[in-house]
């Protein structure tokens, strides 16, 4: 059962996505060689309260931190760590928060300083997967379109799908029902509908999809260590179409 959210929720979940925003602008302006994702963490959960909106990954599960940050083989759930980025690092930042009981959730890839056009073409291609899975959500579409069109344009650029982990629907919880694989076949799945949120986040890898745990038990990589690229944003299906809620109008449109 897919949940169906109302106008007045949509603006709750908006209101979320928009927190998700500013505190990435904040995160992102400082990503650089040397500053760490312990310095990150801090950055965002300062900037997440300050907006009037509380952690939503911190103390998840146990997780300890208010952000995923997952350097180069590390694929979603990252400790932020003191060891200082380096230049040529790819990272993950994986922003969640709350806001009266509902959810925001978006994360992107970046460049640390200069990076090689093998891992720029990564992050590139990750963000278009993302593009072309939001433009699948339309009414009455199915949700294997989204997978379908991000996995697609992924094999087709030479990349594999990390098939463990995919999307969500998201509410008043973190993760709602469906799960979205970033893999699948058209015209599947359930119909999409007007009220239907749901965090789209295709997770590419330069080489094997395999993946291993790391012993903090949260930490997830590549077994072959080779780069991953992930990132998300919250869309709402409304009547006129999707909704990014995780950019602000102005970009989303
Ligand atoms: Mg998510």
Redesign the pocket.
């Given at each position: 059962m897919i949940h169906r959210k109302s106008a007045a929720q949509i603006e709750c979940l908006r209101t979320c996505g928009q927190i998700v925003f500013a505190v990435q602008q904040k995160v992102e302006a400082l990503i650089a060689p040397g500053v760490s994702t312990r310095q990150l963490d801090a950055v965002a959960e300062a900037a997440i309260i300050e907006a009037g909106a509380r952690p939503a990954f911190k103390g998840y599960h146990g997780f300890p931190a208010s952000i995923c940050a997952s350097t180069n083989a590390s694929i979603v759930h990252g400790f932020p760590t003191d060891t200082p980025l380096a230049d040529g690092d790819i990272v993950s930042i994986?922003v969640?928060v709350v806001v009266d009981g509902y959810f925001g959730?978006?994360?992107f890839t970046v460049g640390v300083g200069t990076i090689s056009s093998a891992a720029l073409d990564l992050i590139d291609t990750t963000r278009r997967c993302l593009e072309l899975g939001i433009e699948q959500m339309r009414v009455d579409g199915r949700l294997g379109d989204i997978s379908h069109a991000i996995q697609t344009h992924a094999e087709a650029a030479g990349y594999s799908i990390v098939r463990e982990y995919g999307?969500?629907g998201?509410g008043r919880a973190?993760?709602e029902s469906p799960h979205i694989n970033n893999y699948g076949s058209p015209g599947k799945g359930p119909r999409l509908k007007p009220g239907h949120v749901f965090?789209i986040?295709p997770i590419l890898s330069m080489g094997s999809p395999e993946v291993e745990h790391d012993d903090d038990g949260w930490t997830v990589q590549t077994r072959d260590r080779s780069l991953t690229a992930h990132c998300?944003h919250?869309v709402a299906l409304t009547e006129n179409g999707a909704e990014i809620l995780t950019l602000p109008a102005v970009l989303s449109a």
């Open positions: 994986d969640g959730d978006g994360a999307g969500h998201i973190l993760h965090c986040e998300e919250t």
